[in-house]
T-cell receptor
Framework: ETGVTQTPRHLVMGMTNKKSLKCEQH?????MYWYKQSAKKPLELMFV???????ENNSVPSRFSPECPNSSHLFLHLHTLQPEDSALYLC???????????????FGSGTRLTVV | GENVEQHPSTLSVQEGDSAVIKCTYS??????FPWYKQELGKGPQLIID?????GEKKDQRIAVTLNKTAKHFSLHITETQPEDSAVYFC???????????FGTGTRLTVIP
């Protein structure tokens, strides 16, 4: 375990379903991230939360909705997804300290999402 | 924004040989360059990183070199072992930003 736990590990959902991905970090970090990993593409940043506040939304479609209730938990709510949204969704955390950021990202094992 | 290119996409080496993976970046303001290893069924794990105030860093069998003038950095693995088989990603980040830009990954296979 890396200290970042993602659930579920696998998820199959229909295009009309609503589901949520969960991420929890036990590292005391203050920044959390959602990344999308598709085959033969670079990891794509989706959302960034610093101190529970969303600081970046990387042009992600509104069918993906993040939620960060506290600095230890991060959710990704999914609704009316498309088959092309099938991918590995990775959560990461880091300790950001302003000008002197720690930089080290710790990733969870991801949720393998299949949209049918 | 930053653009990170990584080569090769696949690499096979005999056990005991060395492996080299190369990355280039476009943003001259980038100053932090981590390398991640991703094994099957797991998320990427940080294995080594380098900051722009140094040119080389070594940790046992792995080393990273950075050429800021040419904007490229490389991962070197010596005395490769089968457990080194994985996908390796390079990344770049600049101070003040909180978005790591990743390369497309290199699948390394170490043949026993």
């Amino acid at each position: 375990e890396t200290g970042v736990t993602q659930t579920p590990r696998h998820l199959v959902m229909g295009m009309t379903n609503k589901k949520s991905l969960k991420c929890e970090q036990h590292l005391g970090h203050n920044a959390m991230y959602w990344y999308k990993q598709s085959a033969k593409k670079p990891l794509e940043l989706m959302f960034v939360y610093n101190f529970k506040e969303q600081t970046e939304n990387n042009s992600v479609p509104s069918r993906f909705s993040p939620e960060c209730p506290n600095s230890s938990h991060l959710f990704l709510h999914l609704h009316t997804l498309q088959p092309e949204d099938s991918a590995l969704y990775l959560c990461a955390s880091s300790q950001e300290t302003g000008r002197t950021s720690h930089y080290g990202y710790t990733f969870g094992s991801g949720t393998r999402l299949t949209v049918v | 924004g930053e653009n990170v290119e990584q080569h090769p996409s696949t690499l096979s080496v005999q056990e005991g040989d060395s492996a080299v993976i190369k990355c280039t970046y476009s943003d001259s303001a980038s100053n932090y360059f981590p390398w991640y290893k991703q094994e099957l069924g797991k998320g990427p794990q940080l294995i080594i990183d380098i900051r722009s105030n140094v040119g080389e860093k070594k940790d046992q069998r792995i080393a990273v070199t950075l050429n800021k003038t040419a904007k490229h950095f490389s991962l070197h693995i010596t005395e490769t072992q089968p457990e080194d088989s994985a996908v390796y990603f390079c990344a770049a980040l600049r101070t003040g930003a909180n978005n790591l830009f990743f390369g497309t990954g290199t699948r390394l296979t170490v043949i026993p």
